[in-house]
């Protein structure tokens, strides 16, 4: 092959290894990014990831994870129990495995007995789950409203009636009318409502989600998607420009090889 036309191929193979490179580099950002989000998801228990909740203001409102406008609350005792969206919160705390809507909220005896659809449950002054009743304990279905009569006994207005119980919740008796207190909503203070809508929007959103959505692009959306997939386009094009330029210098390599050896046998042997 003559020098002119060595000079085009020398020429591509530069272009090919500057190429090779600056996909390399751009490549290294994605695969950095994968390997690091990758190696976390595949270790999300280990972590806690999915018990993790992101707090940060800025990830919450990309993710359209607002506060709830409106809540429910009931003041029992010292405490105030509240429904927000579809969690309940004792004071600023959730309550986990219980969710709203709320139907009352009492003070009664040393108890904190909370209302909702088809259940009572009975906390301690501080917060402990100690029994919960339904149906099957006697509680009337369709709750609507709890309270206590003059006599300290339970009350409930259900869907078919006034229903009452003593302290020990054994016996359900059913009348037509009943002269009770009945627990009202009532406005939490401005401190609560804004602990309450912080610690909604805490348990709105988990790191595992977060991370998922960065190593598959999802966190930019469509857009995002996209990204990801030019980028394993990048990992394509690396990968097959990094096999040619590698054959092309083993190939060069051997024909030099070649014609070294073939310079060799050519030159007459010296005495």
């Known amino acids: ?112 007995i909370v209302a909702v659809p088809g259940k009572l449950l009975l906390f301690t002054s501080g917060g402990e789950l100690i029994e919960q009743l339904d149906g099957a304990a006697g509680v009337p279905a369709g709750m609507q409203a709890l309270g206590t009569t003059p006599d300290n006994g339970l009350a409930i207005h259900a869907a078919h009636g006034y229903y009452r119980t003593n302290a020990d919740f054994l016996e359900w008796q059913e009348t037509d009318t009943l002269d009770a207190s009945w627990a009202s909503p009532s406005a939490p203070s401005d401190e609560l409502l804004k602990a309450l809508q912080t610690a909604y929007r805490g348990t709105g959103l988990s790191l595992e989600r977060v991370l998922l959505d960065i190593h598959s692009g999802r966190i930019l959306g469509r857009m995002g998607v996209y990204l990801v997939d030019a980028a394993a386009v990048l990992f394509l094009l690396l990968a097959l420009s990094g096999v040619w330029l590698w054959t092309r210098r083993r190939s060069s390599a051997r024909a030099h090889q070649r014609a070294i050896d073939a310079r060799n046998r050519e030159a007459p042997s010296g005495r």
Do not use: C
């Open 1 to 112: 092959m003559t020098r002119h036309h060595k000079k085009p191929r020398a020429k591509l193979l530069r272009s090919l290894y500057i190429w090779h490179r600056y996909i390399g580099l751009a490549a290294a950002v994605f695969v950095i990014m994968l390997s690091i989000t990758g190696l976390a998801l595949n270790h999300t228990e280990a972590l806690g990831l999915d018990s993790t909740h992101v707090e940060s203001e800025l990830l919450l409102d990309w993710y359209g994870v607002h506060a709830p406008q409106h809540v429910t609350s009931f003041r029992a005792g010292p405490h105030t129990i509240t429904a927000a969206g579809n969690q309940v919160y004792w004071n600023s705390m959730q309550l986990p495995g219980l969710q709203g809507p709320l139907v009352g909220a009492i003070a009664y005896y040393d108890l904190i």
